[in-house]
């Protein structure tokens, strides 16, 4: 069932048009259970996913269960050393992770619904996409809403931990009033975050994740992730360039940086002149 899935033609289109960009991974199905590999095991690179060809080859060559891609977008893919340096990545995509039990997966489209609103109030109406996958949902900020001209000024690992940290810090409130047991939603972006592709299995459920239409969100049903007849947004990548910079400045001024020991180090509420300074410096 779940190779004749990526046999599609329509599958294979969505997880490269995800894919593209990004260091990959796969979940493989092995006689000693599942394992995720991150490097190709013949040149030992980093997986990179670019058209669909490769993808179906490495279909043909493992026992593909599921696919993901990094956060990060990088300047070039191919030694090991290239996605271990955070000065390679170029832009990176802030996610807010809904997770919760599945039979309550209506208070989860609500919790989406907060969040995609607030995005919304904040101008944010084109670079949204939304991705049922597993027992929750993914919210996504296009990159590319992300102007070059901020990403100059506050690393991109910077940026979207910041925007996601802030959201939370902003709707948690409502959240915490629909009163589900199980929902949460979590800051996961790290220097080396994955997520699933859309139409890929999930790691363990017999699903598939499907992007939804954010201004549709209403019409959602679990029953749209079933792998046979699957329901799927096609136009989950468009966005508005620069559309989200006034929120990710907001953001950065008041969250600050990533704020883990291998981040760049940078603490926030840095003077305008200061940080641009730096930051010029950096990207040279």
Same mark, same amino acid.
């Given at each position: 069932?779940i190779?004749?899935?990526?046999?599609?033609?329509?599958?294979?289109?969505? %997880?490269?048009?995800?894919?593209?960009g990004?260091w990959?991974?796969? $979940?493989?199905?092995?006689?000693?259970?599942?394992?995720?590999? +991150?490097?190709?095991?013949k040149? #030992?690179?980093p997986?990179?996913?670019d058209?669909?060809?490769k993808? +179906?080859?490495? %279909?043909?060559? #493992?026992p593909?269960?599921?696919?993901?891609?990094?956060?990060?977008?990088?300047?070039?893919?191919?030694?090991?050393?290239?996605?271990?340096d955070l000065?390679?990545? %170029?832009?990176?995509?802030?996610?807010w992770?809904?997770d919760?039990?599945i039979?309550?997966?209506?208070?989860?489209? &609500?919790?989406?619904?907060?969040?995609?609103?607030f995005?919304e109030?904040k101008?944010?109406?084109? @670079?949204?996409?939304?991705?049922?996958s597993?027992?929750?949902?993914?919210i996504?900020?296009n990159? =590319?809403?992300?102007?070059?001209?901020?990403?100059? +000024?506050?690393?991109?690992?910077?940026?979207?931990? @910041?925007?996601? !940290?802030y959201?939370?810090?902003?709707?948690?409130?409502?959240?915490?009033?629909?009163? @589900?047991?199980?929902?949460?939603?979590? =800051?996961k972006?790290?220097?080396? +975050?994955?997520?699933t592709?859309? $139409?890929?299995f999930?790691?363990?459920?017999?699903?598939v994740?499907?992007?939804?239409?954010?201004e549709?969100?209403d019409? #959602?049903?679990? !029953?749209?992730?079933?792998?046979?007849?699957?329901?799927?947004y096609?136009s989950?990548?468009?966005?508005?360039?620069?559309?989200?910079? &006034?929120?990710v400045?907001?953001?950065y001024?008041?969250?600050?940086?990533?704020?883990?020991?291998?981040?760049?180090k940078?603490?926030?509420?840095?003077?305008?002149?200061?940080? %641009?300074r730096?930051?010029? =410096?950096?990207?040279?």
């Amino acid at each position: 069932m779940i190779r004749e899935h990526y046999s599609k033609k329509e599958v294979a289109n969505e %997880i490269v048009k995800y894919c593209s960009g990004r260091w990959c991974a796969f $979940l493989i199905e092995t006689g000693e259970g599942s394992k995720i590999i +991150r490097y190709d095991r013949k040149t #030992f690179k980093p997986i990179v996913l670019d058209d669909v060809k490769k993808l +179906r080859n490495y %279909i043909e060559t #493992f026992p593909i269960r599921t696919v993901y891609g990094t956060i990060h977008f990088y300047r070039k893919i191919e030694e090991k050393d290239d996605v271990k340096d955070l000065t390679n990545i %170029i832009a990176s995509e802030p996610v807010w992770d809904i997770d919760n039990k599945i039979l309550d997966w209506k208070k989860t489209v &609500q919790a989406a619904k907060i969040i995609h609103e607030f995005l919304e109030n904040k101008g944010i109406t084109k @670079s949204v996409y939304i991705k049922w996958s597993g027992e929750g949902i993914h919210i996504h900020l296009n990159s =590319n809403s992300i102007s070059k001209e901020v990403y100059k +000024r506050i690393h991109p690992l910077d940026a979207a931990y @910041s925007v996601v !940290e802030y959201v939370i810090g902003k709707v948690k409130e409502k959240i915490f009033e629909l009163k @589900s047991d199980g929902l949460k939603v979590e =800051n996961k972006i790290d220097p080396q +975050r994955l997520f699933t592709a859309p $139409l890929t299995f999930h790691k363990s459920l017999d699903i598939v994740t499907v992007c939804i239409d954010p201004e549709r969100l209403d019409e #959602f049903t679990i !029953e749209y992730v079933k792998p046979q007849d699957y329901v799927h947004y096609y136009s989950w990548d468009k966005f508005v360039e620069g559309e989200a910079d &006034q929120l990710v400045l907001e953001a950065y001024n008041t969250v600050g940086a990533y704020p883990k020991e291998y981040s760049i180090k940078k603490r926030k509420k840095r003077k305008l002149d200061e940080e %641009i300074r730096r930051w010029q =410096n950096y990207m040279m």
